[in-house]
Structures are given as structure tokens and as C-alpha cells.
């Protein structure tokens, strides 16, 4: 016999969106002050000549696209359930934080062609005016990084739009130091060494984008909890007698669920054991989008009866 009178969709929607609004918050006052750094960078690697700039320039404008990137998914997983999608467009989140990793490695892969291309002949830069930028940009990102980092760090959007600004900031240390090398008489293939650390930075940076997001789409439990705890949890409720066809999963950042059925004894009160499931699953797991379906244990002297061999 079946019930699936366990159906809860409570799934937390007043955190998420007070999530949601204040991350948005903080990602455009960190979209302001990319595009101030984005004009002086871009400018300034023109005039000083200087590679490492333009790196952290086109970082910089990379931050800007994530940042716009994740104010969209914001705003498109705020827009409510309708029709066809159950979830509304709750991963849109997770869907920009992946484009995002995608998009650091390929900026990686353009700094190192055009730094392996520059070590042949290393252009002659301006150190005073790299360093003056480099210091400019550093303040920027370091505003920008402490912006977003004050945010909910579960939130996966707003952790690959941190990322790319955190990159962005130890690129500008890079440009600094390579700055101050050739203003003290240093040789200016320091730029693409620089340049060739900068990248390796943004790579480092791509990782948890990507793996993350992916984790998502593939309909992985939520990082951190441990599904045969969650298991044995279910079954350690008075009246349970067993579970199976168990299935936890990530919708997004902040919002798991869980389907499973769950065999209770004769008689039990179904109603009252799946209440208690659905507090224990949300207080202990962080889980509050539960479809919990209710059998009832077979009775086994009817079982004999119903299997015993016909008598001829």
C-alpha cells in the first residue's frame, strides 16, 4: 500500500531570497568599481606597453561579465515556478557559476599564449605608470573581493563572481611587483613571468566553478552531507522500519531534496512519522523540500498464506 501524503515543498524560499536580494546587493557595488579599474587598465596597458596590465585588464573584464552573468541568474531563479518548470529557473545560478569557472580557464589559456609569445622580445614598459596602476587596480579589487566575500559563501553564484575578483587582486600584486622590477633596472621579461603567474592563478581560480556546478547537474547530494547518515537517520525514527529508493539531491546553491520510500509498521501513524521526518530532515540535514512516500509493512503471516503451494 502507498501514500504520499509526505510531500513537503517548504525548500527554505524566504532564506533563499533574502540570499538572493543581498548578494545582488554586493554584486553591483562590485560591478561598479570593475568598470572604473576596466577604463584605467585598458588605458594604461596601452600607454606603458605593459602585458601584465593588460592581463589584469582583461581579468578585470572578465569580473565585469561574471557580475552581469550572476545579477541575471539572480534575477531569473528569483521568477516563480510555472508550467513545464516545476523549479522555476532555480539553476540558472548554477548554470552562470559554471560559465564563469569555463570562462577563467580560457582567459588563462589567452595570457599564456600571449606571454610565451612576448618572451622572444619583451617589449620595453613603463615601470613608474605600471606601478601606479597595478596600485590602483590592487585597491579596486581588494574593495571589490571584500564585497563579495562578506556575502553567503553557499551561494555558488556569488562565489564564482568572488573568485574571478579574487584572482583579479592577486593579478594586480602581480602587475605591482612586475612594475617595480623594471623601475629598479630589472630586465621587462619579468611582464610575462608575471603574466604566466597571473594565469596559473586564474586556473587555480576555475576549479570549484567547475566542479561545483557539475556536481549539481549530475544530481549529486549537497556538499558535506553524508547520504548513509541521512539514511539511518530516517530509519532511527520511532515506527520506521525501512528505507530504500533513497534519492538526495542539489536543485541549488542552498536547496536539497529529497525522495525516498520509506516503510513504516502496521498500524503506525503515517501522518505523524512523516512530520517528524520532514523537522529531523530539515534540522539535522538542512534539507526542507521533502517527498517522502509512505508503505506500510507487509503483514507475514498473510504473505504465508498468499505464497503457500496450492493443494492438488
Known amino acids: 500500500m502507498h501514500d504520499h501524503a509526505g510531500h513537503s515543498h517548504g525548500f527554505g524560499s524566504h532564506a533563499l531570497e533574502a540570499r538572493r536580494k543581498d548578494s545582488r546587493r554586493r554584486m553591483w557595488w562590485a560591478l561598479g568599481i570593475n568598470l572604473g579599474m576596466l577604463g584605467a587598465e ?5 600607454l606603458t606597453g ?22 541575471i541568474a539572480v534575477r531569473l ?11 522555476g529557473f532555480q539553476r540558472s545560478e548554477v548554470l552562470a557559476a559554471l560559465v564563469n569557472g569555463l570562462t577563467l580557464v580560457v582567459i588563462s589559456v589567452l595570457i599564456v599564449i600571449a606571454a610565451i609569445g612576448r618572451f622572444a622580445d619583451p617589449p620595453e614598459i613603463d615601470g613608474a605608470g605600471v606601478v601606479a596602476l597595478g596600485f590602483f587596480g590592487l585597491a579596486g579589487n581588494v ?6 566575500a562578506r556575502g553567503q559563501r553557499d551561494d555558488i553564484n556569488l562565489e564564482g563572481a568572488l573568485r574571478h575578483s579574487a584572482a583579479d587582486a592577486l593579478g594586480s600584486i602581480g602587475v605591482v611587483v612586475a612594475g617595480g622590477f623594471v623601475l629598479l633596472g630589472g630586465s621587462p621579461v619579468v611582464d610575462p613571468i608575471v603574466s604566466l603567474l597571473i594565469a ?30 541521512l539514511g539511518e537517520a530516517i530509519c532511527a525514527q520511532d515506527g520506521v522500519r525501512s528505507v530504500h529508493d533513497l534519492h538526495v539531491w542539489t536543485v541549488t546553491a542552498g536547496f536539497g531534496a529529497i525522495a525516498a520510500h520509506v516503510v513504516v509498521a ?13 523537522v529531523a530532515l530539515g534540522d539535522r540535514f538542512g534539507i526542507e523540500h521533502t517527498t ?11 504473505l504465508r498464506v498468499e505464497n503457500a503451494p496450492e493443494q492438488a
Open 77 to 87: 531563479a528569483s521568477l516563480p515556478a510555472s508550467g513545464r518548470r516545476t523549479f
Open 266 to 278: 502496521q498500524g503506525a501513524d503515517r501522518d505523524l512519522i512523516t512530520r517528524r521526518l520532514e
Open 50 to 71: 605593459s602585458l601584465a596590465l593588460l592581463a589584469d585588464a582583461g581579468h578585470v573584464l572578465s569580473d565585469a561579465g561574471a557580475l552581469l552573468l550572476a545579477l
Open 292 to 302: 517522502l512516500q509512505i508503505e506500510e509493512e507487509a503483514d507475514q503471516g498473510l
Open 143 to 148: 574593495a571589490a573581493t571584500l564585497i563579495l
Open 42 to 46: 585598458v588605458v594604461g596597458g596601452i
Open 200 to 229: 596559473a592563478l586564474i586556473l587555480l581560480s576555475s576549479w570549484r566553478l567547475i566542479k561545483e556546478p557539475f556536481d549539481v547537474l549530475m544530481e549529486a547530494a549537497p556538499p558535506g552531507l553524508d547520504v548513509e547518515a
